[in-house]
């Protein structure tokens, strides 16, 4: 080892450089430099600590859950056109609602691609960044109120656009508001003792008599008296009046002036008992146990103008389209037929059903959509489409169906069951989602009538009881109670 080497490695270190030989950057002075004296430990135990930590009030602070937010996101790096602005008109409330809740309020605003120069401080320009690259940003507060949280902001006002509650799921009361008493009420699948006028007057077949129901009065009369040879197998009231049809068991079919009670005429036709009556303006159809239909008009002198053929057993249903061009029949052959109004056989043969065809129901709200229900060994609503002749669907209620009535009011229907539940079932349409079931009678609901103002439902059963409920809303506010459902509370008699 050499002397030279030696001693270069005994030499002193050099002291360090003063300021003045420091090799700052030209703009930095030496007197605004200052050193941390702290050692590097220190200084990485207080920054873990936060003991140092000084935000700059010129930068937000960003939580740590990066959850990224629509409204400052870059969607324009996806260099893709919008969906929505590429055909139609996307000024369109719906267009410009799906974009904003897509997108954000600001996504129709397009940054600018170069920097601009905006006013600054003491009237100097600032120039301002050009957009970020990252196309999510993330958002700097996390706790949403409950409406944030849905996708259209209670702040984001549209044109055209209401932002308005979602409305609670209209409850239907359990119970009848009225009982009525209905001493000799037939248990009889096959007839229809019980129909509701335009006048608001509840005609109610009880053995070989007729009784009206007045639902603004309370008030009970006697509309006829059969005799003891004789008994009411039907009642139907006209669409616009008062007259009533009364089908016997002796196979005549009486008509009554209900202002007057008053008979008008007897009219003949029908060997067997006539179960099924169905009105079509001063045209009424009469259905019978011999397996006819007789279309009358109460105006010529005839008793009937035409016959209807083709069910193989008792016609039990019978029911006319809103217009007044269709005709439904349903029979104890299992068998629904749809006739037109100068058919003398069936125009569409359905077969579906396994038991008898009794519960008809044509909807007030689309044209050609009809209702059908089977008896007990079928349980089965069926609905169909006359003007296209198709099976649109079939809904198991598991009991069997023995009325069915649609709601004027809203896209909902009623059905009546026997065995074995005894049940009323409020329906909606088209989902056939049971809104409500009602329970109360103690034998099958074999009777089934509509208030004119499509709010209240009156059933029938072989318990001898007339049942009033209300299961519809009002046309014009779906939370006013009806004028005839607070008329009056409590069980009384029908005669």
């Known amino acids: 080892m050499s002397t030279d080497h030696h001693q270069s490695q005994l030499k002193p270190p050099p002291p360090p450089p003063s300021s003045a030989q420091?090799?700052?950057?030209p703009n930095m002075s030496q007197p605004s430099l200052s050193i941390d004296p702290r050692t590097p430990s220190s200084r990485h135990i207080e920054q873990m600590l936060g003991l140092s930590h000084h935000p700059s009030p010129s930068r937000p602070i960003y939580s740590d859950r990066f959850i990224p937010t629509r409204t400052g996101s870059n969607f324009a790096l996806f260099d893709i056109s919008s969906p929505l602005s590429s055909d139609g008109d996307?000024?369109?409330?719906?267009?410009?609602?799906?974009?904003?809740?897509?997108?954000?309020?600001?996504?129709?605003?397009?940054?600018?691609?170069?920097?601009?120069?905006?006013?600054?401080?003491?009237?100097?320009?600032?120039p301002v960044s050009p957009p970020t690259r990252n196309i999510f940003r993330y958002q700097t507060q996390t706790r949403q109120s409950l409406h944030s949280l849905t996708p259209f902001g209670?702040?984001?006002?549209?044109?055209?656009?209401?932002?308005?509650?979602?409305?609670?799921?209209?409850?239907?009361?359990?119970?009848?508001?009225?009982v009525l008493d209905a001493p000799a009420l037939q248990d009889d699948f096959y007839l229809n003792l019980v129909d509701w006028s335009s006048h608001n007057v509840l005609a109610v077949g009880l053995g070989n008599c007729v009784y009206l129901w007045n639902a603004c009065s309370s008030k009970v009369t006697k509309l006829c008296d059969l005799g003891i040879d004789d008994s009411v197998c039907s009642v139907g009231w006209a669409q616009r009046g008062t007259h009533l049809a009364v089908g016997t068991s002796?196979?005549?079919?009486?008509?009554?002036?209900?202002?007057?009670?008053?008979?008008?005429?007897?009219?003949?036709?029908?060997?067997?008992?006539?179960?099924?009556?169905?009105?079509?303006?001063?045209?009424?159809?009469?259905?019978?146990?011999?397996?006819?239909?007789?279309?009358?008009?109460?105006?010529?002198?005839?008793?009937?103008?035409s016959k209807l053929s083709g069910h193989k057993s008792e016609v039990c249903g019978l029911?006319?389209?809103?217009?007044?061009?269709?005709?439904?029949?349903?029979?104890?052959?299992?068998?629904?037929?749809?006739?037109?109004?100068?058919?003398?056989?069936?125009v569409l043969k359905y077969c579906e059903h396994t038991a008898a065809v009794k519960a008809i129901a044509w909807s007030p709200h689309l044209h050609?959509?009809?209702?059908?229900?089977?008896?007990t060994a079928d349980r089965c609503i069926r609905f169909w489409n006359t003007t296209t002749n198709s099976h649109l669907s079939?809904?198991?209620?598991?009991?069997?169906?023995?009325?069915?009535?649609?709601?004027k009011n809203v896209n909902e229907l009623v059905s009546t069951h026997g065995y074995s539940q005894n049940q009323i079932i409020v329906w909606r349409y088209p989902s056939m989602s049971k809104l409500a079931t009602l329970t109360g009678h103690t034998y099958r609901v074999l009777y089934l009538a509509i208030s004119p103002d499509g709010q209240t439902i009156v059933t029938g059963a072989g318990d001898e009881t007339l049942r009033f409920w209300n299961v519809f809303p009002s046309p014009k506010s779906q939370n006013t109670d009806s004028e005839i459902g607070a008329s009056s509370f409590g069980r009384t008699q029908i005669r």
């Open 22 to 25: 420091l090799n700052l950057p």
């Open 90 to 126: 996307s000024s369109s409330p719906y267009k410009t609602l799906l974009r904003t809740a897509l997108f954000g309020p600001d996504s129709g605003v397009v940054p600018p691609a170069t920097p601009d120069k905006l006013p600054g401080v003491n009237g100097r320009s600032s």
């Open 154 to 178: 209670s702040d984001d006002q549209l044109p055209g656009v209401s932002h308005s509650p979602v409305k609670a799921p209209r409850k239907v009361p359990r119970s009848p508001y009225k």
């Open 250 to 305: 002796n196979g005549k079919l009486q008509i009554w002036d209900a202002s007057r009670c008053k008979r008008i005429r007897t009219m003949d036709g029908h060997r067997l008992r006539v179960g099924a009556l169905a009105w079509s303006s001063s045209m009424l159809s009469s259905g019978s146990r011999d397996k006819t239909i007789l279309q009358r008009d109460i105006r010529a002198e005839e008793d009937f103008f």
């Open 319 to 346: 029911k006319w389209s809103y217009d007044n061009r269709e005709l439904a029949s349903g029979g104890n052959d299992n068998r629904l037929f749809v006739w037109n109004q100068h058919s003398t056989q069936p």
């Open 368 to 375: 050609g959509l009809l209702a059908s229900g089977g008896g």
């Open 394 to 407: 079939c809904m198991d209620t598991g009991s069997q169906v023995c009325n069915l009535v649609w709601s």
